[in-house]
């Protein structure tokens, strides 16, 4: 993982290009408080990604982290605490839609990502490459009758949900 002096560089040669705003992937690069299992070893603290987004903040950069949504879940999925999430057994690409674990999980990361970078108005959350959702025993049944795309939808709803939520 990179050190925080190269992001603080970072944020400096940004604000030098007048870029106002960036999108941050955290991934296990934050030590999440509430799934302290997701963040690596030499991942950031909170405290440490909230001082370099007040710092990019008053380089006129404002910071919106990105939090992997179903897909793109390895960094998760490959903790054996989380396997059970998994909608295919034999991958860690995927979470499984119909899990209420899920979004336990996923909630607890956005909160994590929402106190990471106070005063971001917006939070990325990653939805692509998804098409592993359907194969689980629970997803399945739906994804042959309405479609994958009711499996998308269902996530993408208790999303916006969480969303409402927490503003």
């Not at 999925?77 to 995927?94: M, V």
Request: aromatic share 12%; glycine share 6%.
């Amino acid at each position: 993982l990179d050190t925080m002096k190269y992001y603080y560089d970072s944020v400096d040669r940004l604000a030098r290009y007048k870029i106002n705003a960036i999108i941050f992937e955290f991934e296990d690069k934050l030590r999440y408080s509430r799934r302290p299992l997701v963040g690596a070893p030499q991942s950031m603290s909170i405290d440490e990604m909230a001082s370099l987004t007040r710092y990019a903040r008053d380089r006129h950069i404002e910071i919106s982290p990105l939090v992997q949504g179903l897909g793109h879940a390895t960094f998760i999925l490959k903790h054996e605490e989380y396997a059970s999430l998994r909608e295919d057994p034999a991958s860690r690409w995927a979470f499984c839609p119909f899990d209420e674990g899920t979004y336990e999980v996923l909630f607890d990361l956005y909160q994590d990502a929402f106190d990471a970078t106070p005063g971001s108005r917006y939070l990325h959350v990653g939805g692509d490459e998804v098409g592993e959702i359907g194969q689980c025993p629970r997803c399945k049944p739906t994804a042959e009758k309405e479609g994958k795309l009711t499996l998308y939808l269902h996530w993408l709803n208790r999303v916006c949900d969480f969303a409402r939520e927490h503003g």
